[in-house]
């Protein structure tokens, strides 16, 4: 496998990474998540804006984005997935340093890695929904930044799992934020409700797109927390992210969500955000 790192194309066996990396050390750093479809990158504008903005909000101000955009696009040729669907990782970090929490002054070189690989889509679980349950959210307050320090969120994954369940909706002082690794949306009484954005939750691509969608397509919708109490009445739940799409949740720790089947609004959301992958 070739993958981008620092500035190359090399054969992923040759990468070398300090172990006194900062985002070995401390988790010092960001990541983004990507799809393409025969070399189209789905929201590829979005998510390096995205980047972008993590990047700033954690002072790392010298990489070159455009460069790393521009990577991409190579390491799909180099790894012959330019006319499939592909996964794509980009990781940042503040680079190798002497351990110490300060950020040291000169800034080290940031480390720039990026990976691909076959993307296999969820089409199943679209189509009959999946099972989540409800999980602490224990996680920092700054969950607006990609960051790669996950451990809450590899602990609420672990914990699905475990459930037989393909999600975890966190829960944080009695409200829903977001899933632990992607957006979570509700249909109560026709309106489309999900978490507003604030530094509790991810400023996701697929929400933002979503959004979008409900407008075009005249469905209502409201940017407000939802009680966790109100969960059991609400007559569609879905959870949202770049490689999971639009998943209907059907069922949440031992109930089921309305009659248990996908609901007509998340088809239809479905349908209208699939018309608009790269073709």
Known sequence: MTVYFNGNFVDKDDVSISPDDRGFVFADGIYEVLRAENGAFFQEDLHFER??????????????????????????????LQDRLAKIYIQVTRGAAPRQH??????????????????????????QGVKAILHPDQRWARCDIKSIS???NVRATTAARRADAYEAILVRDGFVTEASHSTVVGVFDDTVVTHPLTNHILPSTTRALLLDLCGAHDIP??????????????????VLGTTTGVMPVVQVDDWTVADGTPGPITRDLQAAFRALEPA
């Open 51 to 80: 980047m972008a903005r993590s990047l700033n909000e954690i002072d790392l101000t010298s990489v070159d984005v455009a460069a790393v955009r521009e990577a991409i696009h190579s390491l799909l040729y180099h790894n012959d």
């Open 102 to 127: 300060a950020v040291p002054t000169p800034p080290p070189d940031p480390t720039v890695y990026a990976t691909v690989a076959p993307h296999t889509p969820p089409l199943d679980k679209w189509e």
């Open 150 to 152: 996950l451990l809450p």
């Open 221 to 238: 919708v409201e940017e407000i927390p939802i009680p966790e109490a109100d969960l059991p009445d609400a007559d569609e739940l879905m």
